[in-house]
C-alpha cells in the first residue's frame, strides 16, 4: 500500500495504485503524486495579488452556492443513484471552497441554504448551466493567475467542473 497526495487539495489517499482522480476534490490524476513527492498548491504561502483574491473570493462563493444547491437535489430525488451523485458533488464543491480558503489562508465562510426544482431533469439542467459557468470563471482565473499555484489550482478546478458536466450529460 502507498500513500499518493493531491497536489491541488493535499489531501492523501491510501491504495495499492495511484487513482484517476482524486476522491476528495476530483483533480484528474496528473495533480496526484507519491506522498513523498507532493507539493500541494495548499501549501505554498505567498502574497497573492488583488485580482488573485477577488477570484479566489468569487470561486469561494461559488462553491458554497453549488454544495447548497447539490444538497438540496439531493434531498428531493427518489433515485438512491442520483441522490448520493449529488451528495458526492456537494463535498468536491465543498472541497474546492476549503481549497479557496486555505490558500487565501482565511477561515472558512458559513455555508448558506439554496432551493432547487423537484423535477430531476430542471436539475440535471441547472448543473449542467451551473458547472458550465465555473468552468468558464475558472479557464478566465487560471489565465489571469500570475501566482503558478493559483494557475495551477484554477486549471485543475476547471477539469473538474468539465469532467462533472460530462457526468450530468450521461444522465440526460
Do not use: W
Amino acid at each position: 500500500m502507498k500513500t499518493y497526495i493531491c497536489e491541488i487539495c493535499g489531501d492523501a489517499y491510501l491504495g495499492e495504485g495511484k487513482p484517476t482522480s482524486c476522491p476528495f476534490c476530483g483533480a484528474r490524476s496528473a495533480f496526484i503524486r507519491e506522498g513523498k513527492d507532493a507539493k500541494p498548491v495548499v501549501e505554498v504561502k505567498e502574497q497573492l495579488s488583488e485580482l488573485t483574491v477577488k477570484n479566489l473570493q468569487e470561486t469561494l462563493r461559488l462553491e458554497l452556492e453549488a454544495n447548497a444547491i447539490y444538497l438540496c437535489m439531493a434531498a428531493k430525488t427518489d433515485s438512491y443513484e442520483i441522490m448520493k451523485m449529488y451528495k458526492r458533488l456537494a463535498k468536491v464543491e465543498m472541497e474546492h471552497a476549503i481549497i479557496c480558503t486555505k490558500i487565501m489562508q482565511i477561515p472558512m465562510s458559513e455555508a448558506g441554504s439554496e432551493s432547487c426544482s423537484d423535477d430531476v431533469v430542471e436539475n440535471f439542467q441547472r448543473t449542467l448551466v451551473l458547472e458550465d459557468h465555473a468552468a468558464g470563471l475558472y479557464a478566465k482565473f487560471a489565465r489571469e493567475a500570475n501566482e503558478k499555484h493559483v494557475k495551477i489550482m484554477f486549471t485543475a478546478l476547471n477539469q473538474v467542473e468539465t469532467d462533472h458536466i460530462e457526468l450530468i450529460k450521461k444522465y440526460l
